[in-house]
């Protein structure tokens, strides 16, 4: 079982994907620089992996209905390298949507407890289409 205190590691590790995800959005701004989203994938998965700790990431990433994803995310991100960004993104977005998929419903259920956005995601027809995609809940 995961430890839900913050110790040191995992405040770095959340820094580290926040700088991942920042270089790699500048990289895009930049009009697909491929070292800032290079910079910007290592970055977020090194955050990850100091996160959730480096035996459960290699078991999270390696797992038989991960693999997908994985390969995917790392083909992608063999993409961006050899000078390819934009497929290279495009398909390291598929691996991220596939690897991280069952997160969605616990982020549609933190979302709706933000005052302002979770008025809006109440709303009949935004709350139909959440119902319509949420699945089982992942234990964060």
Same mark, same amino acid.
């Given at each position: 079982?995961?430890?839900?205190?913050?110790?040191?590691?995992?405040?770095?590790?959340? +820094?580290?994907?926040? =700088? %991942?995800?920042? =270089?790699? $959005?500048?990289?895009?701004?930049?009009?697909?620089?491929?070292?800032? #989203?290079?910079?910007?994938? #290592?970055?977020?998965?090194?955050?990850?992996?100091?996160?959730? *700790?480096?035996?459960?990431?290699?078991?999270?990433?390696?797992?038989?209905?991960?693999?997908?994803?994985? #390969?995917?995310?790392?083909? *992608?991100?063999?993409? @961006? @390298?050899?000078?390819?960004?934009?497929?290279?993104?495009?398909?390291?977005?598929? %691996? $991220?949507?596939?690897?991280?998929?069952? =997160?969605?419903?616990?982020?549609?259920?933190?979302?709706?407890? #933000?005052?302002?956005?979770?008025?809006?995601?109440?709303?009949?027809?935004?709350?139909?289409?959440?119902?319509?995609?949420? +699945?089982?809940?992942?234990?964060?």
């Amino acid at each position: 079982m995961a430890s839900l205190e913050m110790n040191d590691l995992k405040k770095i590790g959340l +820094g580290l994907t926040g =700088f %991942g995800v920042f =270089f790699t $959005f500048l990289g895009v701004i930049f009009v697909f620089d491929k070292g800032l #989203i290079a910079m910007g994938n #290592i970055l977020f998965l090194a955050g990850v992996t100091l996160t959730i *700790g480096i035996n459960p990431a290699i078991q999270f990433f390696t797992k038989r209905q991960n693999f997908k994803g994985t #390969i995917s995310f790392g083909l *992608g991100f063999l993409l @961006v @390298v050899f000078g390819w960004p934009i497929f290279g993104l495009l398909l390291e977005s598929y %691996g $991220f949507l596939v690897l991280f998929s069952g =997160f969605w419903p616990t982020l549609a259920v933190f979302l709706q407890r #933000i005052p302002l956005l979770g008025w809006l995601l109440q709303q009949p027809y935004i709350r139909s289409l959440l119902d319509r995609y949420r +699945g089982r809940r992942v234990p964060v």
